[in-house]
């Protein structure tokens, strides 16, 4: 019995040293939760939810700003976290990938190439970075190209979360809308 208490010390005492999982951290540190486009899908299986996907290349300067600024702003990637299933997608990645049944590959084009997934997510417009919706069916709702500061992400996610896209034009939201996750310092 005493080895029995003994043992279960040493178990909470080291429990309690390590590590928190990579999702607790994360959420602590106010980090976006990426997730690949696998992961995703999984994910969404078990429990419909909103995606959002950000569509870069390697070599694309105004992504790297993007990660830089409006990813690293923790108030988005608290609300990202929360109403979405974040998705990082390098439109040049090689490994094939499923999407609504049906089978993407990278196309090699000279000396670089693209994924078809790439294509078919921004309607044959690669531009780098952007953003696309993806509803709980799994259809586009809207993909959005360009580098957007966090403010102005800030509206967009707002619009396409709570679902305002599906009742009010844009327009008449940017009117109403008032900041709550940044401020307007970027």
């Known amino acids: 019995m005493k080895r029995i208490k003994v043992a279960l010390l ?12 990579s999702l607790n951290a994360q959420e602590t540190s106010g980090k976006i939760q990426w997730l690949t486009w696998e992961q995703a899908t999984e ?13 870069y290349t390697d070599w694309c300067g105004w992504c790297k700003r993007m990660d830089e600024t409006t990813f690293e702003e923790p108030a988005i990637a608290k609300f990202l976290n929360n109403y979405f299933y ?3 997608f390098d439109a040049e990645q090689k490994n094939p990938l499923i999407y609504n049944e049906k089978s993407f590959k990278y196309i090699k084009n000279g000396t670089k190439g693209y994924h078809e997934l790439a294509v078919e997510l921004l309607k044959g417009r690669l531009s780098f970075p952007s953003i696309v919706f ?14 957007k500061s966090a403010s102005e992400f800030e509206q967009i996610i707002t619009y ?4 305002y896209y599906k009742s009010t034009p844009w327009s008449a939201f940017l009117k109403s809308y008032k900041p709550v996750l940044v401020s ?3």
């Open 160 to 163: 396409f979360a709570k679902d």
């Open 43 to 55: 994910a969404f299986d078990k429990q419909k939810k909103k995606m959002i996907v950000n569509v």
């Open 10 to 21: 040493v178990w909470v005492v080291l429990s309690a040293m390590l590590p928190a999982s």
């Open 184 to 186: 307007d310092k970027h």
């Open 134 to 147: 993806i509803d709980e069916d799994m259809n586009v709702i809207q993909a959005i190209p360009g580098f």
């Open 86 to 88: 974040p998705v990082k």
